[in-house]
């Protein structure tokens, strides 16, 4: 099985390229940035904080996350409950950050991505693929781009779709993310000492797909 691995901090537009490289070299696209979300959403539910003063193993017994491709798309199912579009908001994004520092919640996480990548073609995108979850990857990519520029389109996306957000409160999420993601003792937020480094900083999403593309290809052939 060929394996593709982008890492990356949040914003930098690896899902988006992630998912139209997927489609485009006809692999099976895991965002596991998403596993993390839908853990997240269980620890909001019961009213914990990203401080995580409980007991994350016992929630974690609670919890079942599954993925579904329906109709060529990845969905993600937290027990049996479809949350594909609930994760996407910032308490989602926040809460996915503190509960993956967590070891409990990344061993939790761990085989069911070395499972699909085992069993298929896989372009997987995160924070630490290539280093720590596909450190054998086919293929190692890290996308970035400058926190301003992730801002803009994290606003513009958030905005689109109907919520009320403020440009300033997304910067600085952005920018506290991305130093909990660094900063973590397990599986910090780095490039694999392997990676093709890919900054997408003023890039249109075709531009980056294109040239994703293009290295993709290149390192298989």
Same mark, same amino acid.
């Given at each position: 099985?060929?394996?593709?691995?982008?890492?990356?901090?949040?914003?930098?537009?690896?899902?988006?390229?992630?998912?139209?490289?997927?489609?485009?070299?006809?692999?099976?696209?895991? *965002?596991?940035?998403?596993?993390?979300?839908?853990?997240?959403?269980?620890?909001?539910?019961?009213?914990?904080?990203?401080?995580?003063?409980?007991?994350?193993?016992?929630?974690?017994?609670?919890?079942?996350?599954?993925?579904?491709?329906?109709?060529?798309?990845?969905?993600?199912?937290?027990?049996?409950?479809?949350?594909?579009?609930?994760?996407?908001?910032?308490?989602?994004?926040? /809460?996915?950050?503190?509960?993956?520092?967590?070891?409990?919640?990344?061993?939790?996480?761990?085989?069911?991505?070395?499972?699909?990548?085992?069993?298929?073609?896989?372009?997987?995108?995160?924070? *630490?693929?290539?280093?720590?979850?596909?450190?054998?990857?086919?293929?190692? /990519?890290?996308?970035?781009?400058?926190?301003?520029?992730?801002?803009?389109?994290?606003?513009?996306?958030?905005?689109?779709?109907?919520?009320?957000?403020?440009?300033?409160?997304?910067?600085?999420?952005?920018?506290?993310?991305?130093?909990? *993601?660094?900063?973590?003792?397990?599986?910090?937020?780095?490039?694999?000492?392997?990676?093709?480094?890919?900054?997408?900083?003023?890039?249109?999403?075709?531009?980056?797909?294109?040239?994703?593309?293009?290295?993709?290809?290149?390192?298989?052939?």
């Amino acid at each position: 099985m060929i394996s593709i691995a982008l890492d990356g901090p949040a914003g930098a537009g690896k899902s988006t390229v992630a998912k139209m490289a997927a489609k485009e070299l006809g692999f099976i696209y895991v *965002d596991t940035g998403a596993l993390y979300r839908a853990v997240g959403i269980m620890f909001i539910r019961k009213g914990i904080s990203t401080e995580l003063n409980c007991d994350v193993e016992e929630i974690l017994k609670e919890i079942n996350v599954d993925i579904k491709f329906i109709n060529g798309e990845q969905r993600v199912f937290l027990n049996g409950e479809d949350v594909s579009e609930v994760i996407r908001t910032p308490e989602a994004s926040m /809460m996915a950050s503190a509960v993956s520092a967590k070891p409990p919640v990344r061993a939790f996480l761990l085989e069911m991505q070395r499972k699909l990548a085992r069993e298929n073609n896989v372009l997987m995108d995160g924070r *630490d693929i290539g280093t720590v979850v596909l450190p054998n990857a086919t293929v190692k /990519m890290f996308v970035t781009a400058t926190a301003e520029e992730r801002a803009n389109r994290r606003y513009k996306e958030l905005t689109e779709k109907g919520m009320s957000v403020e440009y300033k409160d997304v910067y600085d999420d952005i920018v506290k993310r991305d130093y909990n *993601d660094s900063h973590r003792e397990i599986a910090p937020l780095k490039p694999a000492e392997d990676s093709i480094i890919f900054d997408t900083t003023g890039n249109t999403l075709e531009e980056s797909v294109e040239k994703a593309l293009k290295i993709i290809k290149e390192r298989l052939a």
